[in-house]
T-cell receptor, first 114, second 110 residues
Framework: GAVVSQHPSWVICKSGTSVKIECRSLDFQATTMFWYRQFPKQSLMLMATSNEGSKATYEQGVEKDKFLINHASLTLSTLTVTSAHPEDSSFYIC??????????FGPGTRLTVT | RKEVEQDPGPFNVPEGATVAFNCTYS??????FFWYRQDCRKEPKLLMS???SGNEDGRFTAQLNRASQYISLLIRDSKLSDSATYLCVSKNTGFQKLVFGTGTRLLVSP
């Protein structure tokens, strides 16, 4: 089966610092990866669509300068939360789309900003 | 109005019960539909796709009514391990984006 990993699985950082989250497709190439955010008791909300070798497409209301996305290879996309604040504390989940258009989710990264 | 709406629950049922979840969607351009299961603090996992003709996978049956823009999931003979949040998901074929409902929480008790 297709496997997607995320690193780190959880992170605690201080307000004002930046945090980088990695999403890797381990056994397939993913030209497209998606980044989601989930607040407690809420649904997954798509933040941005990341295409290998091009700029990410952000959903309405998501600040592209705050959430930097880089998709430099067919197996790796990174999300950097810059100048993190407590309200950025959330569960960040990526998914990678295989050539057959099936999407596979990573295990998520729990970010806590103090 | 949310694009995909679900009753958040929780639905508390005893083991062995049959339980049904409903979901409505507002985007008529949505082409594909799915039910995902999400355990606490975990990523969502695909439970099953939903087809217009209705489909069954073991104890799980999914139905889609395009005219009413309504999707359902029926779970028969509930197990303790079925306790989770069930997410109704739509996908617009053009953009390939998944749109998640807020989920319906199911608690199965002994």
């Amino acid at each position: 089966g297709a496997v997607v990993s995320q690193h780190p699985s959880w992170v605690i950082c201080k307000s004002g610092t930046s945090v980088k989250i990695e999403c890797r497709s381990l056994d397939f190439q993913a030209t497209t990866m998606f980044w989601y955010r989930q607040f407690p008791k809420q649904s997954l909300m798509l933040m941005a669509t990341s295409n290998e070798g091009s700029k990410a497409t952000y959903e309405q209301g998501v600040e592209k300068d705050k959430f930097l996305i880089n998709h430099a290879s067919l197996t790796l996309s990174t999300l950097t939360v810059t100048s993190a604040h407590p309200e950025d504390s959330s569960f960040y989940i990526c998914s990678a789309r295989r050539v057959d258009y099936e999407q596979y989710f990573g295990p998520g990264t729990r970010l806590t900003v103090t | 109005r949310k694009e995909v709406e679900q009753d958040p629950g929780p639905f508390n049922v005893p083991e062995g019960a049959t339980v049904a979840f409903n979901c409505t969607y507002s985007n008529s351009a949505s082409q594909s539909f799915f039910w995902y299961r999400q355990d606490c603090r975990k990523e969502p996992k695909l439970l099953m796709s939903v087809y217009s003709s209705g489909n069954e996978d073991g104890r799980f049956t999914a139905q889609l009514n395009r005219a009413s823009q309504y999707i359902s999931l029926l779970i028969r003979d509930s197990k303790l391990s079925d306790s989770a949040t069930y997410l109704c998901v739509s996908k617009n074929t053009g953009f390939q984006k998944l749109v998640f409902g807020t989920g319906t929480r199911l608690l199965v008790s002994p």
